[in-house]
């Protein structure tokens, strides 16, 4: 069982910038996909960026060029750099988490979210 944490989160003008994080239980080198997902009350949850079992990183188009998703192995944490917020990226991020145990066998985890509120 995986326990995801973030942090991060909080209020902040158009334009700015804020860094989530997501603190992972046991060693991410274990964890075949992490990433970060964010939902609006009232819509589906929607990818922002994620990493491949490929070692590809995958962006929204909405956050492309402005958001980065990094891992930091020695720390079991993964981040999302968000610069140049807007307002509709208001939203709970998610943090995510895929272990793959062989062909269409996998268990997926997910933190608790962070709230990210962009004034404009």
């Known amino acids: 069982q995986v326990q995801l944490v973030e942090s991060g989160g909080g209020l902040v003008q158009a334009g700015g910038s804020l860094r989530l994080s997501c603190a992972a239980s046991?060693?991410?080198?274990?964890?075949?996909?992490m990433g970060w997902y964010r939902q609006v009350p009232g819509k589906q949850r929607e990818l922002v960026a994620t990493?491949?079992?490929?070692?590809?990183?995958i962006y929204a188009d909405s956050v492309k060029g402005r958001f980065t998703f990094s891992r930091d192995y020695a720390k079991n944490t993964v981040y999302l750099q968000m610069n140049s917020l807007k307002p509709e990226d208001t939203a709970v991020y998610y943090c995510y988490a895929r272990i793959d145990y062989g062909p269409g066998d996998f268990l997926d985890y997910w933190g608790k979210g962070t709230l990210v509120t962009v004034s404009s």
């Open positions: 990493d491949t079992s490929y070692g590809s990183t």
């Open positions: 046991e060693s991410i080198f274990s964890i075949n996909v």
